[in-house]
């Protein structure tokens, strides 16, 4: 189980690694599509309407993919968060106590029905239905 979730725990850090790229570079990509949309409006004599309307494009698209990776990252980044207490939590307890009544979450008092030691072949094991 504790191999399962350092997997899933690489997994998402290499997502999110991507997503905070794919994050950062259409916010630069959105910057400088709006000072090319705001440096040329359609009714100057300098642009067409075409390419104004092909730079205003580009601006929404690169910010519509801003927000969608920045969401993503954020939902990525909490599921992290959760990973890392489920990761620790499965280090605390042994997997031969998992299920057991006297097994705790606590670092300090892993067993409370051998405080001191706590064996993987626990004659005193009783088992949660």
């Known amino acids: 189980m ?48 075409s390419v104004f309307h092909r730079r205003a494009f580009a601006f929404l698209s690169s910010a519509a993919i801003t927000l969608i990776s920045t969401n993503l990252y954020s939902k990525a980044d909490k599921e992290l968060d959760a990973l890392y207490w489920q990761i620790e939590e499965a280090r605390n307890i042994k997997s031969s106590c998992h299920g057991c009544i006297g097994a705790s979450r606590d670092k300090l008092l892993p067993c409370a ?4 030691e706590q064996s993987e072949d626990c004659p005193d094991k009783s088992l949660i239905n």
């Open 2 to 49: 504790l191999d399962e979730l350092i997997q899933k725990r690489s997994k998402l850090y290499k997502r999110t690694n991507i997503l905070e790229c794919i994050a950062s570079i259409s916010t630069i990509t959105t910057l400088i599509s709006l000072g090319a949309v705001l440096g040329l409006f359609p009714h100057s004599n300098r642009c067409s309407k």
């Open 113 to 116: 029905i051998h405080p001191k």
